[in-house]
């Protein structure tokens, strides 16, 4: 076993994939519907500038020589979406620690749009052909409803480019008042995509951070193991 790991990480090492500019473009997508009011958005939006510097964050995005290409936004109704953040190279701490503060002082774009989920996946799909060239591509989608404007995610996912692009989900479970009781089997159903794709959920939008913090985490380091692993592993 230790002899084909051995084997696998030198044929893996030797790939021309490993001659990408970077590991991972990651898109991570905010929602600001209107369920979401100005307390909320502010959880929200400083969680994430918070989880971005967390000391175990910061570790993950440095596991690797190779670097991890950052964007930001923010999305509510069909046509509305802003870019917070454009695509940029985390290669110092210096430049993660510039990033989150922006998107901490950043402020709203809308407050007063319903729930596009279809249009802001498509809106990603369409920022990811602006990546850098990266090994791997993964979009984030945080939320606390479903989609009630335009078209849904199994839209998107058919008419947009999604073939090398993994779409995980956060769920911020804080909607019990709209009775989005289903909102986390809605996300696994409708939201997931890609090999490996995950839900996170957030009890609250003050549990968004930690929540958002252990996400992160999670597909930073991933990506060190799932290099390794054989097509057909379990």
Known sequence: MIRWLGALGLAVTGSPLWAETCRLALALAMDISTSVDATEDALQRQGLANALIAPEVQEAFFLSPQPVALAVYE?????????????????????????????GTSKRSEDEFPTAMGHALAFGATLMESAPNCLFQTIDISGDGKNNDGYGPQIAYKHFPFENTTVNGLVINAADFEGEIDLIPFFQKNVLHGPGAFLEIAAGFEDFERAMRRKL??????????????DNAK
Do not use: Y
């Open 75 to 103: 999305w509510s109704g069909s046509f509305n979406q802003t870019l917070l953040l454009d695509w940029t190279i985390i290669d110092t701490r210096a430049n993660l620690i510039s990033a989150a503060h922006r998107i």
């Open 217 to 230: 985490e999670r597909e930073l380091k991933g990506l060190e193991l799932s290099a390794l692993q054989p």
